[in-house]
């Protein structure tokens, strides 16, 4: 193969002559290049620094919240009545599952067992392959989320988080509360102290890459600060007793709620707050506002015949009555302004101690009317009526109790025997701690507490011991609350029954019942109040269907205290308690 020579010289354009100036516009354009390029560098590197780091760090970097340990909630003896523990949360990022292949189609079959979650809805939350986060299930058991990991899936990932236990489940709920999925209190205790339970997370700063995953860590670590145990005034065995005698009288009367709250009568602490229908605060798929209501703090209604003991009480402090000063009851009515006021029987002639005893409303109706608007609407007040309860607990109601200015006679009369004004079974139980601690109202609390309450004077000692005396004939022999008495200890008490209101009339065949007491009689050490809203089982009074419960929690509440017993000898039993007047 012969090679042809090509004459570069006899080319035209070869040979025509190139300009000067050309090469050196061309030279003059690549050093302005460089320089350009050194210009640039100089700004990024140097003037304009601090803007291509922020912007980097916002494209890479992250800040990485290390989680505090929720603080414990503990009973008075150091019970745990909530606690965190370990948790794992899964996330993914779709577009790096491997859908496709049989071996990971088989793999998630696992997963979604193992988090007892449909394969439909797993496949779901990872169907959008453009997304490069996405939460699978949160707050798993630690021991699950180890097993998920162990399964090897690309894509899957766990974050160690907390989760709540509740060891006192419903019994305890409505005083413990919960938190949601952020561990966030959302109620009761959790919710009220949540600052001081929750403490301060920690924070970490990394650099991640496009699809999320932390490359390296940058800068300081800043530890978590955890969150500060709270010791409660409850003590779990009193409250989980009282949450199952209540639970079993509202079922066996089949109404519809019910509440018991038991205070030291000495130093004003909760032992135990109680409500029925309660619900599992670890588990609330399917919670209802019903179950969540915390009626022994939110809901108010009227106290019905456990105000009367109040009412008396001032009458006896102004010395215009004493105990055995006669009321004429006869014939059993009493008509004020156009209303009828009515007791169950017509007891005659009794004495201040009968009126309380048999629950007159006739008898305290005439007490009443002989005593000044404004002393009783003072002494409503001053017992804790009409006031929010100064408390650490969210959503604790304050009742009404209207001015005495504006009071009519038939008003007066009936909020003297506990209707026209309302009240939260929480208020009841305060307001007997003038009876238990000579004549003063102290402070309740939720909190343990090593401290003597200073207490407001409301009625002289003697008083509070008179009244004292007609609580323990109301819970005796021909009293309202026979049904109260305790094996081993004297108590005192009140029963109520009172017509519940539905908007501005009062439902036909609706009740609430009541007891309100203490004891022992001579030294009290605890009160306790119970509320059951609308039994339907035939019977509605207080002293039939609230007094029981009374009784049984009295009884278990002072051993468990270790209170010697005061009586030698067995209570009176009967088999139906004295009809009260309504």
Same mark, same amino acid.
């Given at each position: ?19 000067? &100036? ?99 809805? @797993? ?11 996405? &939460? ?5 058991? &630690? ?53 001081? @339970? ?208 504006? &009071? ?12 026209? @004004? ?161």
């Amino acid at each position: 193969m012969s090679s042809r020579s090509v004459n570069y010289t006899s080319s035209p354009l070869l040979a025509s002559k190139t300009p000067v &100036w050309r090469s050196k516009f061309i030279v003059a354009l690549v050093a302005l290049g460089f320089v350009g390029l050194a210009g640039r560098a100089a700004y990024v590197q140097v003037i304009g620094n601090d803007f291509f780091q922020r912007q980097g760090e916002v494209r890479f970097a992250r800040t990485l919240e290390l989680p505090a340990n929720r603080g414990r909630i503990l009973d008075r003896n150091g019970l745990i009545l909530a606690s965190s523990v370990p948790a794992a949360s899964i996330w993914a990022i779709p577009e790096d599952v491997e859908m496709a292949k049989p071996e990971v189609r088989a793999k998630l079959k696992d997963l979604a067992r193992l988090m007892d979650m449909p394969l439909s809805t @797993l496949q779901g939350k990872l169907a959008d392959e453009d997304k490069t986060f996405v &939460w699978i299930k949160r707050q798993l058991d &630690w021991d699950v989320g180890q097993q998920i990991t162990a399964l090897g899936l690309k894509g899957i990932y766990l974050r160690k988080e907390y989760k709540r236990q509740y060891p006192e489940g419903e019994a305890a709920a409505h005083v413990v509360g919960f938190t949601n999925v952020e561990d966030h209190g959302q109620e009761g205790m959790e919710l009220a102290f949540d600052k001081d @339970l929750a403490g301060k997370p920690g924070s970490r700063r990394v650099i991640k890459d496009r699809l999320g995953r932390v490359v390296e860590g940058v800068g300081a670590e800043v530890p978590p600060v955890d969150g500060k145990d709270m010791q409660l005034s409850i003590d779990s065995k009193v409250q989980f007793f009282a949450y199952q005698k209540l639970r079993d009288t509202v079922q066996a009367h089949k109404a519809k709620a019910g509440s018991v709250v038991v205070l030291d009568a000495r130093t004003g602490e909760v032992l135990a707050l109680a409500n029925y229908p309660s619900y599992v605060p670890d588990k609330r798929q399917n919670l209802t506002g019903e179950q969540l209501r915390n009626r022994a703090l939110t809901d108010v209604f009227e106290p019905g015949s456990t105000i009367k003991p109040i009412t008396v009480g001032l009458a006896l402090e102004s010395g215009r009555f004493k105990p055995e000063t006669s009321v004429d009851t006869t014939p059993g009515r009493l008509t004020i302004t156009g209303s009828t006021i009515s007791d169950t029987h017509n007891y005659g002639l009794l004495t201040v101690e009968g009126v309380i005893q048999k629950s007159s409303n006739v008898g305290t109706t005439k007490i009443a009317m002989q005593l000044p608007a404004q002393e009783m609407w003072e002494t409503f007040s001053a017992v804790g009526f009409g006031q929010k309860p100064q408390i650490a607990f969210p959503g604790v109601a304050s009742g009404r109790l209207r001015p005495y200015k504006s &009071w009519r006679p038939i008003e007066q009369a009936t909020m003297s025997y506990g209707y026209g @004004l309302s009240a939260s079974l929480f208020q009841m139980a305060r307001s007997y701690t003038v009876f238990s601690n000579g004549g003063k109202v102290i402070p309740a609390t939720m909190l343990k507490t090593h401290e003597a309450p200073v207490g407001v004077p409301v009625f002289s000692e003697r008083t509070a011991n008179q009244v004292r005396k007609m609580l323990q004939m109301a819970a005796g022999p021909g009293g309202t609350g026979q049904k109260a008495q305790t094996v081993g200890y004297s108590v005192g008490g009140k029963s109520g029954t009172a017509r519940k209101q539905v908007g501005k009339s009062y439902a036909s065949g609706k009740y609430r019942a009541w007891f309100t007491g203490l004891a022992p009689i001579d030294q009290p050490r605890i009160i306790v109040a119970v509320m059951v809203d609308e039994p339907s089982n035939g019977v509605i009074y207080g002293g039939a269907v609230a007094a029981p419960v009374f009784s049984e929690v009295v009884q278990q509440t002072l051993r468990m205290m270790g209170v010697a017993p005061d009586m030698a000898v067995k209570p009176l039993i009967v088999s139906n308690g004295v009809e009260e007047s309504l």
